[in-house]
């Protein structure tokens, strides 16, 4: 495996940061030879300088995609962390759509927007959804748009299908 030398180290979380806003300390070299380590050798580089300087230079951008995608962690699950999906579904929901039932003038429906940041391959947007299907039933009474994003192309992509392996279900 190829070691990352301290001011390649410097330099490319540098560069991370500048086109992810991921912050990467000191202590993370061992991260940048781990995930970077096949990017590298399929670039036929024989440095992280040389990885650098390609990425830089690359118009199409799919080497600073490729680096995104490695250095991003990509964990994801349904239902991830259950306080927060208890607190949306015992708070959060019934405060909004109370708040929003009262300001709703007759038949217009009531809206619900839901963002979820770096989710990754969508468990998470998913476990939202199944959260208010459970918590409202009948949703004809709603006007809902729920977008889940991610830094990383390739997750997003693979999240826009919803399909599962029986691993991620389970998980």
């Not at 962390?81 to 300001?103: G, N, T, V, Y």
């Not at 729920?146 to 919803?162: E, K, N, P, Q, W």
């Amino acid at each position: 495996m190829v070691k990352v030398l301290p001011e390649e180290f410097k330099t490319l979380s540098r560069y991370i940061l500048t086109i992810s806003g991921i912050c990467l300390d000191d202590s993370k070299s061992y991260l940048l030879e781990t995930r970077l380590g096949g990017l590298l050798k399929e670039l036929g580089c024989s440095t992280f300088s040389e990885l650098y300087y390609k990425a830089t230079s690359d118009k199409t951008g799919r080497i600073r995609e490729n680096i995104i995608d490695a250095v991003t962690t990509g964990e994801t699950l349904f239902f991830r962390d259950a306080a927060p999906f208890e607190l949306l579904q015992h708070k959060i929901l019934p405060d909004l759509i109370d708040k929003r039932s009262k300001s709703a003038l007759g038949s217009s429906l009531i809206p619900i927007r839901i963002w979820s940041a770096a989710c990754s391959t969508g468990q998470e947007i998913y476990s939202i959804a199944i959260v208010i299907k459970e918590l409202l039933g009948d949703l004809t009474r709603y006007n809902i748009r729920l977008i889940g994003t991610d830094i990383s192309d390739a997750a997003v992509a693979r999240a826009s299908y919803g399909t599962f392996n029986n691993f991620e279900i389970d998980r």
